[in-house]
């Protein structure tokens, strides 16, 4: 999508991440989740897209407990009119290169892996690790070389992830 601008969230941003999240999402346990982060100081990166005026798609990446510096990657969000156009690819693609500069060593997440294949993240790279989501839909990526620092031992997302359910 051209004229995309992608930056750290502002604070001013906050109603319409949330607001964002409640449209892409079928209740608002999403929204209330990245709130959540944020009042806990559990959210590192938050990262928006703007067409325009309009703020048209929110990344989040969030602490975890792990045995080398981890991020959790979600929820992710983007406004229905601008999906299928690379828009969700840009945001995280600018949020692990921010991920890395900050000298994190590896980001998780639970999604589709023929999506997040494209983005570097594999299933081995999460296999070894323990986790209430481990299976087929948890993946790993090395921020810090090739490899994660382990590939063993025990993850677990922010607190906040728990009232998800």
């Given at each position: 999508m051209e004229h995309?601008?992608?930056?750290?969230?502002?604070?001013?941003?906050?109603?319409?991440i949330f607001s964002l999240h409640c449209g892409a999402f079928p209740s608002s346990a999403?929204?209330?989740?990245?709130?959540?982060?944020?009042?806990?100081g559990d959210l590192v990166l938050s990262?928006?897209?703007?067409h325009g005026d309009a703020l048209v798609a929110h990344v989040a990446l969030s602490r975890m407990k792990a045995p080398f510096a981890a991020l959790g990657l979600g929820p992710v969000a983007v406004r229905a009119a601008e999906?299928?156009?690379?828009v969700a690819h840009q945001l995280i693609s600018k949020a692990l290169?921010?991920?890395?500069?900050?000298?994190?060593f590896g980001v998780f997440v639970l999604g589709d892996p023929h999506y997040y294949q494209r983005l570097g993240f594999s299933l081995d790279a999460a296999a070894g690790f323990g986790s209430p989501y481990s299976g087929p839909h948890f993946l790993g990526r090395a921020l810090q070389g090739s490899n994660l620092p382990t590939t063993a031992g025990t993850l677990a997302y922010a607190k906040a992830f728990n009232a998800l359910g």
């Open positions: 995309l601008t992608i930056r750290n969230e502002k604070q001013s941003d906050q109603p319409a999403e929204a209330n989740l990245v709130d959540q982060l944020r009042n806990d990262l928006v897209a703007i999906r299928r156009q690379g290169d921010q991920a890395r500069d900050q000298q994190w």
